[in-house]
Structures are given as C-alpha cells and as structure tokens.
C-alpha cells in the first residue's frame, strides 16, 4: 500500500520541526538557544520559587491589604 506524496497547505504554516530553515541552522545558533532556553527556565525557576515561598514579606495585592486593613466590606454570600 502506497501512501500519496505529502502536500503543503496553503492555509496552514509548518511546524518548526518540519520546517527546512530551522533544522538547517549553524552550532552558533544552537547554542544561542540553548542559551536563551537556560535563562528563561532560570528565571521562571526563580520566580515560582519567590511566588510559593510561604514566609515572603513582600508585595501584599491590594485586596490582602484592605482585609487586614478592615477596610474591606467581606460580608458572606451564597448564591444559588
């Protein structure tokens, strides 16, 4: 059984796996990525560190800080 010769669509885009430009790139590129792809995970690693840390005394969001202000009407609603 002989499967038909695979047609790019004109409406869809390849992916980058698929895409001949971007398998096709030089050791100094790859390594940039790899670069890039280090730095970010390094960050976002950092950041949910900080962001579920749960003794951080930093930024209380507004609404935190009215509720231990008083100021913040939090009268109890059930709604059906």
């Given amino acids: 059984m002989s499967f038909p010769k695979h047609?790019?669509?004109?409406?869809a885009t390849?992916?980058?796996?698929?895409?001949?430009?971007?398998?096709d790139i030089s050791p100094?590129?790859?390594k940039a990525q790899a670069?890039?792809?280090?730095?970010?995970s390094r960050l976002k690693r950092e950041y949910l560190l900080q962001y579920n840390d749960p003794s951080r005394h930093g930024v209380?969001?507004?609404k935190e800080k009215l509720i231990r202000e008083g100021k913040l009407d939090r009268t109890f609603n059930i709604s059906y």
């Fill in 7 to 11: 047609k790019t669509s004109r409406l």
């Fill in 28 to 30: 100094e590129t790859r």
């Fill in 60 to 62: 209380i969001d507004r």
């Fill in 35 to 40: 670069e890039r792809l280090a730095i970010r």
């Fill in 14 to 23: 390849l992916p980058t796996t698929l895409n001949p430009a971007e398998y």
